[in-house]
C-alpha cells in the first residue's frame, strides 16, 4: 500500500514542478515576468533576481529529472520538500514584511502572493515527505499495475488541484462575500 503513495506522490511532484518549470521558460517573456516578479520578494538588485530565478528553475529542473529516475526518486523527493520549505520561508517572510508579490509560480497568474500559497507548498511537502518515507519502509513488492495507474491518475489530480488552489480559494472567497451582500440586502 506504502509503494502505491508513493507512486501518487512522485507522480503530484513531478506534475506540479514540471508545469511550474514550463510555465517560466515557455517563452522569454514569461521567464523575464517571473524573474520581475521576484522584486517584490525585496530582491534588491537585477542581477540578483535573474540569479535567482535561473536557480529556482534549475532546481525545479532537477527535481522533475531525478523524481521520475527509479534509481534518483528519493533525491528527487527530499529536494522537492526542501526547496517548497525555501518558498515557504520567503512567502512567509515577504508578507510579514507587508509585501505582496505577485504569484509566477507558474509562469503566469494575476494573484498576489497570499497564506494560501504558504498553505499549497506545505501540503507539497508534506506530499513530498510522506512520498520519501513511504519508499523508506515499503515492502518492494511488485505493483499491481491497476493499483499503480489509480495512484498515477490521483498524484495528477492532486497536482491539479494544488496549481490551481489560489484560484479555487478565489472562488470562494468571492462567492461568500457574494452570500454576505446577499444576507445584507435582505435585512435591510
Not at 506534475?15 to 514569461?30: D, H, I, L
Not at 530582491?43 to 534509481?71: D, F
Not at 515577504?94 to 509566477?104: E, F, K, N, T, V
Not at 498524484?155 to 445584507?184: K, P
Amino acid at each position: 500500500m506504502g509503494e502505491l503513495w508513493t507512486v501518487g506522490a512522485r507522480c503530484a511532484i513531478i506534475v506540479v514542478f514540471t508545469v511550474s518549470v514550463v510555465g517560466k521558460v515557455r517563452t522569454r517573456a514569461a521567464f523575464s515576468e517571473f524573474t520581475d516578479s521576484l522584486y517584490g520578494f525585496g530582491q534588491p538588485t537585477a542581477a540578483a533576481a535573474r540569479l535567482l530565478a535561473a536557480a529556482t528553475v534549475l532546481a525545479e529542473a532537477a527535481i522533475v529529472g531525478l523524481t521520475v529516475l527509479s534509481a534518483t526518486f528519493r533525491w528527487g523527493l527530499l529536494i522537492a520538500a526542501g526547496v517548497l520549505l525555501v518558498f515557504v520561508v520567503a512567502i512567509v517572510r515577504a508578507l510579514r514584511r507587508g509585501l505582496a508579490p505577485s504569484c509566477r509560480c507558474f509562469g503566469s497568474g494575476v494573484s498576489r502572493m497570499s497564506r494560501i500559497h504558504v498553505v499549497r507548498n506545505l501540503l507539497l511537502t508534506v506530499i513530498a515527505l510522506t512520498g520519501l518515507l513511504t519508499a523508506a519502509i515499503g515492502t518492494r513488492a511488485a505493483l499491481n499495475p491497476a493499483g499503480a495507474g489509480l495512484a498515477v491518475c490521483c498524484g495528477a489530480m492532486a497536482a491539479v488541484v494544488l496549481i490551481h488552489l489560489d484560484d479555487i480559494a478565489a472562488l470562494f472567497a468571492s462567492e461568500q462575500t457574494g452570500t454576505t451582500r446577499r444576507r445584507a440586502d435582505h435585512s435591510s
